[in-house]
């Protein structure tokens, strides 16, 4: 049973513009909400959090945004790089279970 | 300050053979997290174990595959008589704190298992 669910597998986006990666939940029992990256033969690290206290968390190009009412969260990255090319994955800090990832592309 | 250590970074089994995936949490950490990633899939929860102790293990296959974290030296991940099936990417990732927090993972760069 999936409590964070990632629908998209995959996003291509423009240099430049916008790429938004969402992912919804079931347990709203959490505290935090978790994104990685992970490039290629590498192990994932981690890009951000959102408390459940809160409805917005911005660190310089990335924002994570958190609706508790649709059980929603997304990430926004603007403006998105070529380097930004990874599959994201979000988690909740109560078991630490992951989306099944989006594959990011961000075309030059 | 090393990171997350995990050995070896590739392994190559026949099956029916053993496997023995090793990680190093970082210096500090007593909370340990294996995940395996197939092909083309994402990263799946295995085990959660803290010193000694096997926390949460509902994403082990119930049969071949076994995990211990002891008291001195690092946690390893077994699987017994490799299948093809087996054959995936093995992550293990180290907290300081476990469920508490923000409890970000701090993951290895994965231990990569072929099975021929």
């Known amino acids: 049973d999936q409590q964070v669910k990632q629908n998209s597998p995959s996003l291509s986006v423009q240099e430049g513009r916008i790429s938004i990666l969402n992912c919804d939940y079931t347990?709203?029992?959490?505290?935090?909400f978790l994104w990685y990256k992970k490039y290629p033969a590498e192990g994932p690290t981690f890009l951000i959090s959102?408390?459940?206290?809160?409805d917005k968390n911005e660190d310089g190009r990335f924002t994570v945004f958190l609706n508790k009412s649709a059980k929603h969260l997304s990430l926004h990255i603007v403006p998105s790089q070529p380097g930004d090319s990874a599959v994201y994955f979000c988690?909740?800090?109560?078991?630490?279970?992951f989306g099944a990832g989006t594959r990011l592309t961000v075309k030059p | 300050n090393a990171g997350v250590m995990q050995n070896p970074r590739h392994l190559v089994r026949r099956r029916g053979q053993e496997a023995r995936l090793r990680c190093s949490p970082m210096?500090?950490?007593?909370?340990v997290y294996w995940y395996r990633q197939l092909p083309e899939e994402g990263l799946k929860f295995m085990v959660y174990?803290?010193?000694?102790?096997?926390?949460?293990e509902s994403g082990m296959p119930k049969e071949r595959f076994s995990a211990e974290f002891p008291k001195e030296g690092p946690s390893i991940l077994r699987i017994q008589q490799v299948v093809r099936g087996d054959s995936a990417a093995y992550f293990c990732?180290?907290?300081?704190?476990?469920?508490?927090?923000?409890?970000?993972?701090?993951f290895g760069a994965g231990s990569r298992l072929t099975v021929l």
């Open positions: 347990n709203s029992m959490f505290d935090y």
């Open positions: 988690a909740h800090n109560n078991d630490m279970r």
């Open positions: 174990l803290q010193k000694e102790n096997i926390i949460d």
């Open positions: 990732a180290s907290s300081p704190q476990g469920g508490a927090g923000a409890n970000v993972l701090t």
């Open positions: 210096k500090g950490h007593s909370h």
């Open positions: 959102i408390s459940s206290i809160k």
